[in-house]
């Protein structure tokens, strides 16, 4: 068994990507039934730059994303620092807004996108708790909350009696790995679960970026978030640590990047009751990656390479989560 494989909507209406209308939002959700993931992850704020599209081209296959479970984020505005995101009118907002896009009268998982910084957090967490008592999703859960933040929460669910948290949803791959110490066992003494994004680290385990490869993929300059992309995985020891990591893997007649979907699905620290989120700019690249994963557990000498790349960038990349 491995965790459960979801597929991330964040590119729902992206430009650079084949899906940009209800057709090519339908033939994926075909495809993605017959290969068996039936677990969708959007948000309010997908894509990035036309918030909202996402969920509304959801909403348009009604009938075809029927059977998917589906999980939804409160919106937030990047351009702030999250600050009144999570007021209980603000949540309120958001949910309603995204029913209406989703044609749905409920979601699977609500979840708060990034922690609110100035918003009391029991108004916070009864904000959430009341939203599944009106019957608009049926857990809560929250992603890019600090752990010392979400320990405050989970004392305050305990305190009150307040439902807590569901599950938490974060960033997990071969270089970014800072949640296995602190943040995991925190989930695991709650009984919450864990769904990790950038598996592949936004594309950077492909090796294209460093091999200057990366014209027409996340990281390319005339991508919307290409330059994002760049800076986030720009790292000098990180870029050497991945050469290094490259060489071994072809070494052994693998690529990058099979590893680190094999390595997730098969090697970390993931349950079966966790959930590995996919995203894709084109189907052939979801198909791609679950034909890896299907391949099973890494050799035992490949699977040494992968901690030493994380030994190698450990000090400069233990805090991200």
């Known amino acids: 068994m491995a965790p459960r494989l979801i597929f991330g909507t964040a590119t729902f209406g992206m430009d650079a990507t084949e899906f940009q209308d209800a057709d090519s939002v339908q033939n994926l959700l075909k495809v993605l039934q017959d290969i068996g993931i039936d677990h969708l992850d959007t948000g309010a704020r997908y894509p990035p730059t036309r918030p909202g599209k996402s969920e509304e081209l959801i909403g348009d296959n009604q009938e075809s994303s029927v059977g998917f479970t589906l999980d939804t984020k409160v919106y937030t505005n990047t351009q702030k620092d999250g600050s009144g995101d999570l007021e209980a009118k603000a949540v309120e907002q958001s949910i309603r807004s995204s029913l209406q896009r989703l044609k749905r009268s409920k979601v699977n998982v609500?979840?708060?996108?990034?922690?609110?910084?100035?918003?009391?957090?029991?108004?916070?967490?009864?904000?959430?708790?009341?939203?599944?008592?009106?019957?608009?999703c049926a857990?809560?859960?929250?992603?890019?909350?600090?752990?010392?933040?979400?320990?405050?929460?989970?004392?305050?669910?305990?305190?009150?009696?307040?439902?807590?948290?569901?599950?938490?949803?974060?960033?997990y791959n071969l270089i970014t790995r800072g949640m296995e110490t602190r943040l995991?066992?925190?989930?695991?003494?709650?009984?919450?679960?864990?769904?990790a994004f950038r598996p592949l680290a936004a594309g950077f385990?492909?090796?294209?970026?460093?091999?200057?490869?990366?014209?027409?993929?996340?990281f390319a300059d005339d991508n919307p978030l290409g330059k994002f992309a760049q800076t986030l995985f720009g790292a000098e020891d990180l870029h050497s640590a991945m050469k290094?990591?490259?060489?071994?893997?072809?070494?052994?007649?693998?690529?990058?990047?099979?590893?680190?979907?094999?390595?997730?699905?098969?090697?970390?620290?993931?349950?079966?009751?966790?959930?590995?989120?996919?995203?894709?700019?084109k189907v052939e690249q979801i198909?791609?990656?679950?034909?890896?994963?299907?391949?099973?557990?890494?050799?035992?000498?490949?699977?040494?390479?992968?901690?030493?790349?994380w030994s190698a960038v450990k000090e400069t990349r233990a805090e991200i989560i």
């Open 110 to 136: 609500l979840h708060a996108h990034r922690a609110d910084p100035s918003t009391p957090l029991e108004e916070q967490i009864m904000a959430f708790n009341q939203q599944i008592q009106q019957g608009r």
């Open 139 to 171: 857990e809560w859960g929250v992603s890019n909350v600090p752990p010392a933040m979400l320990e405050q929460m989970l004392r305050i669910c305990e305190e009150r009696g307040f439902r807590k948290p569901a599950c938490y949803q974060g960033e």
């Open 184 to 195: 995991m066992p925190l989930l695991r003494a709650h009984g919450m679960t864990y769904n």
């Open 205 to 218: 385990l492909t090796g294209k970026l460093i091999n200057n490869e990366h014209a027409g993929t996340r």
């Open 244 to 281: 290094t990591f490259q060489d071994e893997a072809k070494s052994h007649d693998i690529t990058p990047l099979e590893v680190a979907v094999r390595w997730i699905a098969h090697h970390s620290a993931l349950r079966d009751e966790d959930g590995i989120i996919l995203g894709a700019s």
């Open 287 to 309: 198909l791609e990656n679950v034909n890896m994963i299907e391949k099973g557990p890494l050799p035992g000498k490949v699977l040494k390479a992968t901690e030493r790349v």
